[in-house]
């Protein structure tokens, strides 16, 4: 027997083609299998026992809703939230196995829908000529300018009213073409050929290229930062498209860096005396532990008259851990910003 209830069938048909290969549509089976025996069990039970199983049906339907709501690319969610790879820490893994780009320091962008997204979700406003010929593929990269401009790149993609001359200044550099049946090597061999054919000033592919051995990787990383650069990302070639982190993503740079969430103001000593000295921030571990620690280097005098809100998220460099897992020698570098 099908699921005669109304509001199952509402919900059930749209999420099932939306997600018929995601995480979501396997859990909206297997939930539905698994309460199926209570919604009309057989053609012989009682219509009060049906009523109620249809009520329960209904209340199973709306909590598997819930969940499919606070997932990536669910038809009922508006496209809120944005499917994207984070990258881990390189540590001298073979390198053989993986595909090399420099890593940009712009603004992480999704183009999804004929939409131009950050990597939490929030909508861009590029303006109109910038995306209108854009394809309609989904494109993951960065938007950026000129190396060393990060806080022009941010100011300018984040502003709800674009400016045509800030945005003149910005490329879309793509280094992904995500879906989940090829290969990164495929991937990225379809969107270099798409830009090329393309020829659209501002969109631009980012270059994969091999390095045979880890000697010729940090000579290359020295090459690249002397120039610049932030420092270079390793893709697995033949790794799958996931959502979230993964270590088929590896990033290198002459030194860490990590985000954590400020948690209280400091007060200074000395020539800080009535300013701010530190802040006490909490750090998720690559262990899932939820660490505190303070940060008290790295800010102008500007930053510590008016030092980032309790709640925002920063961005500090570090050099190694210690025996707690805490980032030593940690350096405020700048606070997060997302419209």
Request: aromatic share 12%; proline share 4%.
């Given at each position: 027997?099908?699921?005669?209830?109304?509001?199952?069938?509402?919900?059930?048909?749209?999420?099932?083609?939306?997600?018929?290969?995601?995480?979501?549509?396997?859990?909206?089976?297997?939930?539905?299998?698994?309460?199926?025996?209570?919604?009309?069990?057989?053609?012989?039970?009682?219509?009060?026992?049906?009523?109620?199983?249809?009520?329960?049906?209904?209340?199973?339907?709306?909590?598997?809703?819930?969940?499919?709501?606070?997932?990536?690319?669910?038809?009922?969610?508006?496209?809120?939230?944005?499917?994207?790879?984070?990258?881990?820490?390189?540590?001298?893994?073979?390198?053989?196995?993986?595909?090399?780009?420099?890593?940009?320091?712009?603004?992480?962008?999704?183009?999804r829908n004929k939409q131009?997204?950050?990597?939490?979700?929030?909508?861009?406003?590029?303006?109109?000529?910038?995306?209108?010929?854009?394809?309609?593929?989904?494109?993951?990269?960065e938007l950026r300018s000129?190396?060393?401009?990060?806080?022009?790149?941010?100011?300018?993609?984040?502003?709800?009213?674009?400016?045509?001359?800030?945005?003149?200044?910005?490329?879309?550099?793509?280094?992904?073409?995500?879906?989940?049946?090829?290969?990164?090597?495929?991937?990225?061999?379809?969107?270099?050929?798409?830009?090329?054919?393309?020829?659209?000033?501002?969109?631009?592919?980012?270059?994969?290229?091999?390095?045979?051995?880890?000697?010729?990787?940090?000579?290359?990383?020295?090459?690249?930062?002397?120039?610049?650069?932030?420092?270079?990302?390793?893709?697995?070639?033949?790794?799958?498209?996931?959502?979230?982190?993964?270590?088929?993503?590896?990033?290198?740079?002459?030194?860490?860096?990590?985000?954590?969430?400020?948690?209280?103001?400091?007060?200074?000593?000395?020539?800080?005396?009535?300013?701010?000295?530190?802040?006490?921030?909490?750090y998720d571990s690559s262990?899932?532990?939820?660490?505190?620690?303070?940060?008290?280097?790295?800010?102008?005098?500007?930053?510590?008259?008016?030092?980032?809100?309790?709640?925002?998220?920063?961005?500090?460099?570090?050099?190694?851990?210690?025996?707690?897992?805490?980032?030593?020698?940690?350096?405020?570098?700048?606070?997060?910003?997302?419209?």
């Amino acid at each position: 027997m099908g699921y005669n209830c109304p509001l199952v069938r509402f919900y059930f048909d749209p999420i099932a083609i939306e997600f018929k290969n995601s995480l979501s549509y396997s859990l909206l089976i297997t939930s539905l299998q698994n309460f199926s025996h209570l919604i009309y069990p057989n053609e012989h039970k009682e219509r009060v026992m049906a009523v109620k199983n249809c009520y329960l049906s209904n209340v199973v339907a709306f909590l598997i809703i819930c969940f499919a709501l606070t997932t990536d690319a669910s038809p009922l969610s508006g496209q809120k939230t944005t499917a994207v790879q984070l990258a881990t820490v390189y540590t001298n893994q073979n390198i053989q196995e993986y595909l090399i780009s420099e890593k940009f320091d712009g603004v992480r962008a999704v183009w999804r829908n004929k939409q131009l997204r950050t990597r939490s979700g929030n909508l861009i406003h590029a303006p109109r000529w910038f995306v209108k010929n854009l394809p309609d593929v989904w494109l993951d990269g960065e938007l950026r300018s000129e190396r060393g401009h990060f806080e022009d790149v941010v100011s300018t993609v984040t502003k709800d009213k674009p400016v045509d001359s800030e945005w003149e200044k910005i490329k879309f550099m793509v280094f992904d073409a995500p879906n989940y049946e090829s290969t990164f090597q495929t991937r990225s061999q379809f969107y270099t050929e798409l830009i090329q054919k393309l020829q659209i000033k501002h969109l631009k592919a980012t270059e994969q290229f091999v390095v045979t051995n880890n000697k010729k990787l940090i000579r290359l990383l020295e090459n690249y930062t002397q120039n610049g650069a932030e420092g270079l990302m390793l893709h697995r070639a033949n790794a799958m498209f996931v959502n979230g982190r993964s270590s088929n993503i590896l990033k290198l740079k002459k030194f860490m860096d990590a985000e954590a969430r400020v948690v209280a103001h400091l007060p200074g000593k000395g020539k800080y005396d009535s300013l701010m000295g530190s802040i006490m921030v909490e750090y998720d571990s690559s262990d899932g532990q939820l660490l505190s620690f303070k940060i008290g280097t790295g800010f102008s005098d500007q930053e510590r008259e008016h030092p980032p809100a309790i709640g925002s998220i920063v961005t500090f460099q570090y050099h190694g851990y210690t025996k707690r897992g805490v980032p030593r020698f940690a350096s405020f570098m700048r606070v997060r910003k997302e419209h």
